[in-house]
C-alpha cells in the first residue's frame, strides 16, 4: 500500500513536470512584436515568415525568431574619411546617411553586417565623386554631391532591403595651408569690394554735385533769362505808354487846332532839346527860318520877364 501510494505521488510529480515544461514551451513560442518592428522566421534552418506588429505562436524548437529589426529611419554618422580632389588637394570628408529598412527579409539575408556595408560604400562613392572635382567645386557644390552620393548609394543598397533617403556632408576640411590661403583669399576679396564701395560712393557723390551744379546753373540762367524778359517787357509797355501818351497828346493838340504861335514855341523847345544833345549838327527846317524874327522876340520877353 505505501509502494502504491509512493508510485502514485511519483507519477503526479512526472505529469506536473511534464505540464510546467509544456506551459514554458508555449510561453517561448509566443513573440510580440512592436510597432515599427519585424522579425524573421525560420523553421528548421530555413526562412519560414516575417511576423509583423502583434503577437504571434511559434513552434518551439521547431521555429527560430531572428532579433527585431527596426523599420524606423535610422541615421549613421560616419567618422571623417581621406578624399583626394581632382587638383591633388587631400581633405576630411564626413557624411551622414539617412536611410531606412523596407525589406527585412532581405536586410537579414542580403549583406552581413549592414551599417558597415553601407559606411565603407559611403566613403568609396565620396572618394570617387570629389576625385572627379577640384577643390573650390568641392566646395561650392555639396548638394550635387549628395544628390549623386543619395543616387548611387541607394541603388547599391536595393539588394540589402534599405532605402537611403538622404546624404549629407556634414563637414569638408581642407588642410591647414589651404585654409590660411582661403582665409587670405576671402580678405582680400572683402577689401576690393570696400575699394569698389567706396568708390562708387565717391562716383555718386561727385555726380551728384555736378549735377547740383548743372542745375544751379541752369537755374541761375533761367532767372536771368526771367530777369530780361520781364525788363523788356516793362521797358516796352513804358515806350508803348509812352508813344500812346504823345499820341494822345497829338490828338489833343490837333483837335486844339493850336496857332502858328504855338507851333513855334514847341518847335523851339524841340531845337532846344536837340542843342543839349550829343549831336554835332543841328538841321533847322524852313519853317523855323522864316520865324527867326518871332523867335527873337520871344526871347526878349523872356528875358525882361
Given at each position: ?6 508510485g ?8 506536473g513536470?511534464?505540464?510546467?515544461l ?6 517561448s513560442?509566443?513573440?510580440?512584436v512592436r ?12 526562412y519560414?515568415?516575417?511576423l ?9 524548437f521547431?521555429?527560430k525568431?531572428s532579433?527585431?529589426?527596426s ?19 587631400t ?42 572635382m ?6 561650392t557644390?555639396?548638394d ?6 543619395r ?19 556634414k ?5 591647414k ?23 562708387e ?9 555736378a549735377e ?34 504823345k ?23 524841340a ?14 527846317p524852313?519853317?523855323?527860318q522864316?520865324?527867326?524874327?518871332f ?6 520877353t523872356?528875358?525882361?520877364?
Open positions: 500500500m505505501t509502494l502504491l501510494i509512493t502514485g505521488a511519483v507519477v503526479g510529480i512526472i505529469f513536470v511534464l505540464f510546467a509544456a506551459i514554458i514551451a508555449v510561453a513560442g509566443v513573440r510580440v510597432q515599427s518592428t519585424a522579425i524573421i522566421v525560420e523553421r528548421l534552418g530555413k519560414h515568415k516575417t509583423d506588429t502583434g503577437v504571434h505562436i511559434l513552434i518551439p521547431i521555429d525568431a532579433k527585431p529589426v523599420l524606423k529611419e535610422i541615421v549613421a554618422d560616419f567618422p571623417p574619411q581621406s578624399v583626394i580632389t581632382k587638383d591633388n588637394v581633405m576630411q570628408i564626413d557624411t551622414v546617411v539617412y536611410f531606412q529598412v523596407t525589406d527585412p527579409k532581405l536586410f537579414v539575408y542580403g549583406v552581413e553586417k549592414p551599417l558597415n556595408a553601407i559606411e565603407n560604400l559611403t566613403a568609396t562613392t565620396v572618394r570617387n565623386i570629389v576625385g572627379e577640384e577643390l573650390d567645386e568641392t566646395l557644390s555639396r550635387t554631391i549628395n544628390v549623386k552620393m543616387e548611387i548609394l541607394d541603388i547599391a543598397t536595393d539588394a540589402w532591403g534599405i532605402k537611403v533617403n538622404r546624404v549629407e556632408l563637414n569638408i576640411l581642407p588642410p595651408s589651404i585654409q590660411e590661403a582661403m582665409e587670405k583669399q576671402m580678405r582680400a576679396e572683402r577689401e576690393r569690394r570696400e575699394q569698389i564701395l567706396r568708390a560712393g565717391e562716383k555718386t557723390s561727385s555726380i551728384l554735385v547740383g551744379e548743372r542745375q544751379a546753373q541752369i537755374l541761375r540762367a533761367e532767372a536771368e533769362k526771367q530777369t530780361r524778359i520781364l525788363k523788356s517787357e516793362a521797358e516796352r509797355d513804358a515806350q508803348i505808354a509812352e508813344a500812346e501818351g499820341s494822345r497828346e497829338v490828338e489833343l493838340i490837333n483837335k486844339a487846332k493850336p496857332s502858328k504861335e504855338y507851333l513855334a514855341i514847341a518847335s523851339f523847345d531845337m532846344v532839346k536837340v542843342a543839349n544833345g550829343q549831336s554835332v549838327k543841328i538841321i533847322i524852313s519853317e523855323l522864316n520865324m527867326a524874327g523867335t527873337s522876340a520871344l526871347v526878349e523872356a528875358k525882361e520877364k
